[in-house]
């Protein structure tokens, strides 16, 4: 069972940064980050190809850069220009073939 630990969120005033990270127990998966704000769907916001591809939520696009260290089996989630709307518990994601991975997840509060 792959372990996924998250860190890095917390309160932002609006325009500010956040730096997600992901710690995974093994390699060798494609990763990326979900969210899921208050009454709403879990929705993809990025994610990254083991060969390092990456691909955007538009809502991000520009403002988020996701990326990863394979040396650490971690994976990133450079949060810049927050907006209110970020806010949500923001998910780890592992995945390959048919198998799939969360962590606990981590909760982002982009508030004044």
């Known amino acids: 069972q792959l372990q996924l630990v998250e860190s890095g969120g917390g309160l932002v005033q609006p325009g500010g940064s956040l730096r997600l990270s992901c710690a995974a127990s093994?390699?060798?998966?494609?990763m990326a980050w979900y969210r899921q704000a208050p009454g709403k769907q879990r929705e993809l916001v990025a994610g990254?190809?083991?060969?390092?591809?990456?691909n955007y939520a538009d809502s991000v696009k520009g403002r988020f850069t996701i990326s990863r260290d394979n040396a650490k089996n971690t994976v990133y989630l450079q949060m810049d220009s927050l907006k209110p709307e970020d806010t949500g518990v923001y998910y780890c994601?592992?995945?390959?073939?048919?198998?799939?991975?969360w962590g606990q997840g981590t909760q982002v509060t982009v508030s004044s």
């Open positions: 990254i190809t083991r060969g390092g591809i990456t």
């Open positions: 994601n592992a995945w390959g073939g048919p198998l799939h991975y």
């Open positions: 093994a390699s060798g998966f494609n």
